[in-house]
């Protein structure tokens, strides 16, 4: 028989500090998914060995562990649908080393990522995935999600910059995986393997990271479009610019109106629709490259293209940007908001159906993303959020999905699978490809303790 909660703190306590309080449970019940758990009792490890411990309990006791950072995820990967643990690592919070010769930081999981941006910028060094959420998740979680963010077109994701990780096991096992070194291929990528695979093979408790130099100059132009055909053109022209821009992001007219509603700081200069590039460099490479992008949004028919002429004007727009998310979710607190990814040429056609598609459900759509890796961040937009609207709403998103899939995409790319998006799993992998994916899960977890039913329907 599986252990009632005041059992589960007796098995706990002893080797790890544990909640259960109503207030405590509640605190880690739900992400930004909208979705809640009912788990019976938070563990709140702060070494390492009380991780293993509580692992090794749940493989000897039969209960459910489900890892969790900072609860900012958008497809409930830390929620509870079955009960069990919530093992909540935010006290694993030090960055154990900054080596800038070796341009290497460690750090422990629950080191809040915008923390560690601004600590390795300190010493000249630069750690370039970013996503829009970077001042409140944590490391581990977004090694878990391999996250993504604003500069994802240039430098990549979270994935491509773990060069190892201090993993413990879903049996309780504590292993290292990968090196300090730049090249390993030593074995099994077990890196890799762990990196976005959302709580349910390991628990990460230390990442060691590579990092980049600063750059030395970095620019940004903003252009404002007055007509939604000269937007389509202008991230086009954009896409067919012949350099890689540090950010090219993409804004429509509601996600505009959205966050001009919301900020102070933020006057929309064209209804239509914004189109963001930053490019960074040395400082002759970034204007070169600014006057080249301007050059293409202008001939697109952008109504007014403008760079920040200082840092305070250029972190303005990019707060406004990264508080895009906040300002819809204020606005349309029912909405559906996915994260496909298509290639770069098919990113307009994507937006164009996102709209066609809601309007074929009697509803509408949002659209933002980094146009510049092919990301559309989609929301389906409802009023009322009832049974109903909800079951046109969700109609809906399988018609993303599917129209991404067509358009050479993916489901997901960087929030993840977990709960929300598991149902849609078997339109772009095989049955071939989800038992082996399922061969693996069960190989390293053969009890099924670690996040069961993430991922997979
Ligand atoms: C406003 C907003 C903007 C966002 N913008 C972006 C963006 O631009 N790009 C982007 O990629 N994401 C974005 N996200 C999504 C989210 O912030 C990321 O997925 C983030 O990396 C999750 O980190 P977390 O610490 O909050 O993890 P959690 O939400 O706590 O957990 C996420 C998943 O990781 C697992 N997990 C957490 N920690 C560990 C660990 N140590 N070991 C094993 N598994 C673990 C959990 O079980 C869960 O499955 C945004 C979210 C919000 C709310």
Redesign the pocket.
Known sequence: MLPGVRDLRALLAPVCPVAASAEALLAVAG??SGLTGRPSLVARPRTTAEVAAVIAAANEYGFVI?????????????VAERGGVV?D?MG?DAILEIDRREAIVRAQ??VL?GALQSEVEAVGLWFP??????A???????????????RGAKYG??KHYVLGLE?VLPTGAVVRTGARTRKCVTGYDLTSL?VG?????????EATLRLLPRPDCAGTLAAWFDDEDALARGVAAALDVPCVPGALEFVDRRALAAVAAHREDFEPRGAAGLVLVECDGAAAAVAHELATFRAALEGAGAAHVERATSAADRDRLWAAR?GI??AV?ARWPHRLSE?VCVPRTQFVRMIGDLHGIAAGHGLTALGFG?AGDGNV?ASILMERGDAEERARAEAAVGDVFRRALELGGTLS????I?ITKRAYLPLELAAANRAAQLAIKHALDPRGVL?PG?IFP
Not at 136 to 150: F, I
Not at 197 to 205: K, P
């Open positions: 992400d930004k489900v890892p969790r950072g900072a609860g900012t995820g958008r497809c409930g990967g830390a093992l690592l694993l999981h629950g990522l995935p970013d996503p829009a959420s970077a409140d998740c944590a490391v581990g979680g977004a090694v878990a999600t391999s996250a993504g963010g604003l994701t979270m993993v762990m695979s959302e709580g349910t093979l390991g628990v990460v408790t990264r998310s906040p979710s994260d980094h961040h790319a960087e929030h993840g977990a996040n993430k």
